[in-house]
């Protein structure tokens, strides 16, 4: 089994930073891909960021490409997204996710793709 807890989340202004955080435990994921996921209310929920295990393939949504950074160590059981110059549309929560398949080559970016789930964190970003 494997469980995910994201943090960092917070209420920020326009053009601030925010470092998501997420903790794995339970089974290794080093040789899996994981994900940032977000989620609006009323909103289907959209991917935001994804990094194979090895670093070498990583993919950003077009909302986020330039502003976010998603990030991980070999053989860490920790994940980050560095959300800099937030805007309001940033406003969602946000989740990590894990792929039980190992040792992708190409970042996975649809939900159906990973199946270990964190809670989220919550993100809000005023004017």
């Known amino acids: 089994q494997v469980q995910l807890v994201e943090s960092g989340g917070g209420s920020v202004e326009a053009g601030a930073s925010l470092t998501l955080s997420c903790v794995s435990s339970?089974?290794?994921?080093?040789?899996?891909?994981m994900g940032w996921f977000r989620q609006a209310p009323g909103q289907e929920r959209e991917i935001v960021a994804a990094?194979?295990?090895?670093?070498?393939?990583?993919y950003y949504a077009d909302s986020v490409k330039g502003r976010f950074t998603i990030s991980r160590k070999f053989g860490e059981t920790i994940f980050f997204l560095y959300a800099n110059n937030l805007k309001p549309e940033d406003t969602a929560d946000y989740y990590c996710?894990?792929?039980?398949?190992?040792?992708?080559?190409?970042?996975?970016?649809?939900?159906?793709?990973?199946?270990?789930w964190g809670h989220g964190t919550q993100v809000t970003v005023s004017s």
């Open positions: 990094i194979t295990w090895d670093g070498g393939h990583i």
């Open positions: 339970g089974r290794p994921l080093f040789a899996s891909a």
């Open positions: 996710a894990a792929d039980q398949r190992q040792y992708r080559t190409v970042a996975p970016i649809y939900a159906d793709q990973f199946e270990y």
